[in-house]
Nanobody, 122 residues
């Protein structure tokens, strides 16, 4: 059974940094796409970043481009999201997701973690 578990969320001030981690288990992910999505209160879940695990190629949503970095460690079955220069509008529950196919829409993801809360105060 595929399982994704996020960690690293917390309460920070604007301008601070956080690193989120996603531990994947129960499957062979080396050829998959994995990514991060977020959902703020009262809003729909939105794409943040994805990475193709085999090659490390990345795609970012415009609001986080230049501030966030997604990476992976295949030996550890881990995916990370380094978040720098955090803004209050980054406040959301951040979810790790995985799919055998490339995509940036939440509906294209096959598996999801439970989420980790990131709160950025002004």
């Amino acid at each position: 059974q595929v399982q994704l578990v996020e960690s690293g969320g917390g309460l920070v001030q604007a301008g601070d940094s956080l690193r989120l981690s996603c531990a994947a288990s129960g499957g062979t992910f080396s050829t998959w796409t994995m990514g991060w999505f977020r959902q703020a209160p009262g809003k729909e879940r939105e794409f943040v970043a994805v990475i193709k695990l085999s090659y490390g190629s990345t795609t970012y949503a415009d609001p986080v481009k230049g501030r966030f970095t997604i990476s992976r460690d295949l030996a550890k079955n881990m995916v990370y999201l380094q978040m720098n220069i955090l803004k209050p509008e980054d406040t959301a529950v951040y979810y790790c997701a995985a799919s055998p196919f490339y995509g940036v829409r939440p509906t294209l993801m096959h598996y999801w973690g439970k989420g980790t809360l990131v709160t950025v105060s002004s």
